[in-house]
């Protein structure tokens, strides 16, 4: 099962031992085996499926080290907790490591194998491996034979963060040459064929096994909710219905992601003042402040969590029954990993998606290089009255021919529950682009006319008729202001920007409403986080500095204009009028 001269024990007494489970969970025992053959592997399991197993487990039962890459600092801190908790000896080496630490970390990795005793997992990041201490490490473990393999966590990272913001991703394939023959075991829950493509070529993984399980979480109920007819789309209606959502479910654990720092913020103090007990996370926190905030979470002392998606990444919390996306998520990858951090126990559980046209069209506009067409995607499944698990297993192409089963033991989404309360929903959306596209003409041919293309024209307030965004600042170039709908880039999904709303590109044949803005909060807010780039500075990457005038996080995109820079719309407010 091992290369020679490895000491082998059970897998499935380690699994007792250290676990407490009689039997592996489904990939689980084929996984470790084969790394324990020396073979490369690619493990992709839901969240919550045991993927931690797979490449925890094959240094127990071969009494070496596997040195585990990981994202994020805090993620390796609570993973080596969570290993030390299960009787498993493990470390992390970071770049605030102690000399001490390090010293005993080294006599500990090239101790050799057999020592029962001895640290089986040593957690890092990408960045760390670049070290010379580290590089020298790992070439006297090689030699000393203590190295069991190299596990690639959250291997996602790799395809999605390498090629714009963590560059040393890029170099974990220069552990082949550095201590050839050490096999490579890749795991992730969201990997689509062409990110699993990604993944192999990074990593220089040699013939690899790959171990796919069903994409499929059939605990988890999915619903949308379209802001826009929401009440009368106002951000206090948006408000009283994830209230009103949330007052059933009062003490169960949740998490509400939003893509800002300070939307997260305004949303935790407005739930606290409507009765809901509520805290924000996001990077703009301290340290001391995101870990109380986590702790206290984890335990059950505040159960609902507002935060960005620099939240919930490899935590292992199995009681959470919902997870609500206050904004529309970037991609279908970050929906489904969001959305499957709730349930892990098995238990039924919730996810609600509120979307909006406006706010889809303005992300797609943000979206740049590998990252475009992501939103497009988002949109189809929102914008749909088809299954939505159905179309969800579809995009990570897995196939299958019924919708929703609750009769064998799947919850059913919004559309399978009642597909015409979803039709009705959309018709309502559609209506209102459309008046709203049609207001906009108008305003845009009575400004036309008002100016006669040319001369000095008052200043004209045309209001957002939507309800996200407010009045709308107009500008004049040589004395002519342009309106909404004369400076709104209209293609959203579809293509260019035209006069009038109604003429540029649609998103399934809906003409977008006026330019996009930032809903569910402060209009504007430069504070858009991204794991990534949050775990680039984390880890010391040069270039990823917090900036300095806001204090706010890169924009999601690289190379996009923040919001509230040059690319944005400037916002003053909600309200459901038009004044000219």
């Known amino acids: 099962m091992a290369t020679a001269g490895h000491e082998i024990g059970d897998p499935s007494d380690c699994l007792r031992a250290h676990w407490g489970h009689a039997e592996f969970r489904s990939l ?28 925890q487990l094959p240094p127990l039962v071969a009494r070496g080290v596997t040195i585990v890459i990981t994202p994020l600092l ?20 970071a770049g605030d490591t102690s000399d001490t630490a390090r010293a005993s970390i080294r006599s500990s990795v090239l101790a050799g194998r057999g020592d029962e005793g001895g640290l089986r997992l040593l957690y890092t990041t990408p960045e760390s491996l670049r070290t010379p201490p580290m590089r020298e490490l790992l070439q006297a473990a090689h030699e000393e034979g203590s190295l069991v393999s190299f596990a690639i966590d959250e291997a996602h990272c790799v395809s999605q963060w390498g090629h714009d913001f963590r560059p040393a991703y890029l170099e974990l394939v220069n552990l082949r040459t550095l201590c050839p023959g ?93 009765g809901v007990d509520a805290s924000s996370y996001h990077a703009g926190k301290d340290a001391p402040r995101r870990a109380a905030v986590q702790r206290d979470w984890m335990e059950g002392g505040c159960p609902v969590v507002v935060a960005t998606i620099a939240f919930g990444m490899g935590i292992d919390k199995a009681d959470v029954r919902w997870v609500v996306h206050w904004e529309v998520p970037s991609s279908l990858e970050g929906f489904y990993q969001e959305s499957g951090r709730a349930g892990r126990d098995g238990l039924p559980c919730c996810s609600l998606l509120y979307a909006s046209d406006k706010e889809m069209q303005e992300a ?27 179309a969800l297993l579809a995009y990570f192409g897995e196939r299958r021919g019924t919708c929703c089963t609750p009769a064998q033991g799947e919850e059913s989404c919004d559309v399978c529950t009642d597909a015409q309360a979803v039709r009705r929903m959309l018709g309502a959306v559609e209506r209102k682009l459309e008046r709203t596209a049609c207001l906009a003409a108008r305003v845009a041919a009575a400004m036309a006319a008002t100016a006669g293309g040319y001369g000095n024209v008052g200043q004209t307030a045309v209001v957002d008729p939507s309800g996200y965004g407010g009045p709308v600042e107009t500008t004049g170039f040589g004395g002519v202001e342009q309106s909404a709908a004369q400076t709104t880039d209209a293609g959203g999904f579809g293509g260019g920007a035209g006069p009038v709303a109604a003429e540029g590109g649609v998103i399934g044949g809906v003409p977008p409403a006026s330019l996009p803005v930032s809903e569910g909060g402060p209009a504007h807010d430069a504070g858009a986080e991204n794991p990534g780039l949050t775990a680039a500075r984390e880890a010391g990457v040069p270039g990823q500095e917090t900036t300095p005038a806001t204090g706010a996080d890169l924009q999601t995109q690289p190379g996009a204009g923040t919001a509230g820079g040059p690319d944005a719309q400037k916002s003053k407010g909600f309200c459901g009028c038009s004044v000219m």
């Open 74 to 93: 805090a993620l390796a801190r609570d993973q080596v907790q969570a290993a030390l908790d299960r009787g498993i000896e493990a470390a992390m080496w």
């Open 28 to 55: 689980q025992r084929e996984a470790v085996e084969a790394t324990l053959q020396g073979r490369d592997v690619l493990v992709i399991l839901p969240t919550g499926g045991g993927k931690s197993v797979t490449f």
């Open 182 to 274: 050490v096999p490579v075991i890749a795991v992730t829950a969201t990997a689509t064929t062409p990110v699993q493509a990604g993944i192999k070529e990074s990593l220089g993984m040699q013939d690899p096994i790959v171990f796919q399980g069903s994409f499929n979480r059939p605990n988890i109920q999915y619903s949308v909710r379209r802001k826009e007819v929401l009440g009368d789309g106002s951000r206090e209606a948006l408000l009283a219905d994830l209230v009103a959502w949330l007052a059933p479910r009062a003490g169960q654990s949740g998490v509400i992601y939003a893509r800002t720092r300070a939307t997260c913020d305004w949303l935790a103090g407005v739930l606290g003042d409507a």
């Open 364 to 390: 797609a506009r943000l979206e740049r290089g590998e990252r475009r067409g992501a939103m497009a995607e988002v949109a189809a499944i929102v914008q749909g009255a088809r299954c939505r698990r159905k």
